[in-house]
């Protein structure tokens, strides 16, 4: 069995000279000569010792693949079939066929994961802070000051997510027409980096409690027998949340061709998207809580001229911060193929 070790690109145009990203010939491949313990020995052991997902399987539309391991005696790819592997929980994901027989080589069939970002992955959003308590009122002739409101929380962080490793075991790459064995096909390999996780945004902090209103004053006929109470002092804003950390982004799929020089030769050729992701953004500071309003003094009756006061303003909470962007973007995988004269010789006993 040899190992041929691809450039990373975008495009891979052939096996002994792969075009770069920009279009320039990248230098001829290395081709090592290695053993099949080079595999990993837990995924040679799994791919081994899985059962048949089925003997034959017809590709048509979209085949949607929640394990990590698709093992077919012969996989039939109709125009423009589309094998997708679902979620991100995997360390590596595989496709296992004796033969791979495409209906139309001209038309473009697909191997990829999930499209789009799992849940999860953006920071949560800090929740916002309470209003201050007490809010109102007054205890005996006095309004009671209003509480501080309750700070916001803090964003979460975003999170990365790293595309599974990609095996492709295949015997032989036939046109179903014919069976014979062909040269090349349309074929693409997405398995693109996910994006990091955008921080979630600070909680808002909560409003000050209001100042409570002044009891009223009380006249008599001819003096004032009861001067108004004060009003409370507002309660000052809460302070806002910081927004959460961006997250770096996730690596692009890693991916090794596994065939005869046949099956490599055409595998190799496809269109390869395994680029690394860009960084998450930081979450946006959460504002800092209003002011409670103050409360007024009570009303001054009859012959009350004088006496009780308004409660002073509170003052708005703080801004918090906004959260850090990352600035480190994911790798992008690497591209290997492994010529073996006989492939089948790794589906074990499955």
Not at 233 to 247: K, T, V
Request: charged content about 15%; glycine content about 24%; hydrophobic content about 30%.
């Amino acid at each position: 069995m040899r190992r041929l070790l691809l450039s990373c690109v975008c495009v891979i145009s052939s096996i002994a000279m792969p075009i770069g990203a920009y279009g320039q010939v990248s230098p001829p491949s290395q081709i090592a000569t290695l053993s099949e313990t080079e595999l990993p020995v837990e995924v040679r052991n799994a791919i081994a010792g899985a059962p048949l997902t089925t003997e034959i399987l017809s590709v048509r539309g979209v085949e949607r693949v929640t394990g990590n391991i698709l093992k077919v005696d012969e996989l039939v790819i109709q125009r423009g079939g589309v094998i997708e592997f679902v979620g991100f929980d995997h360390p590596w994901v595989a496709v296992m066929a004796k033969r791979v027989r495409i209906v139309d080589p001209t038309v473009m069939s697909t191997i990829r994961r999930e499209p789009g970002v799992p849940n999860g992955i953006m920071g949560a959003n800090g929740d916002s802070g309470g209003t201050g308590s007490p809010d109102g009122g007054r205890s005996g002739r006095h309004g009671n000051d209003g509480g501080r409101g309750g700070n916001g929380t803090n964003g979460g962080n975003g999170t990365t997510v790293n595309v599974p490793q990609v095996y492709i075991i295949v015997g032989s790459v036939e046109a179903a027409s014919n069976t014979a064995p062909i040269g090349r096909a349309e074929l693409t390999f997405d398995f693109a980096g996910v994006p990091g996780g955008d921080g979630g945004n600070g909680g808002s902090g909560g409003r000050g409690g209001n100042g409570g209103n002044g009891q009223a004053s009380s006249s008599g006929a001819f003096d004032c027998r009861r001067g108004p109470g004060d009003g409370g002092d507002a309660g000052n804003g809460g302070n806002g949340g910081n927004g959460g950390d961006g997250a770096r982004g996730g690596n692009g799929g890693s991916i090794v061709f596994i065939s005869s020089s046949q099956g490599v030769d055409v595998l190799s050729a496809a269109v390869i998207s395994n680029e690394g992701a860009r960084p998450g953004k930081g979450g946006a500071a959460g504002g800092g809580g209003s002011a409670g309003s103050a409360g007024d003094h009570g009303s001054r009756r009859g012959h009350c001229t004088g006496g009780g006061s308004d409660g002073y303003s509170g003052n708005p909470g703080n801004a918090g911060a906004p959260g850090s962007p990352s600035n480190i973007s994911g790798e992008r995988g690497r591209v290997e193929a492994i010529i073996v004269p006989d492939p089948t010789t790794l589906w074990g006993g499955g």
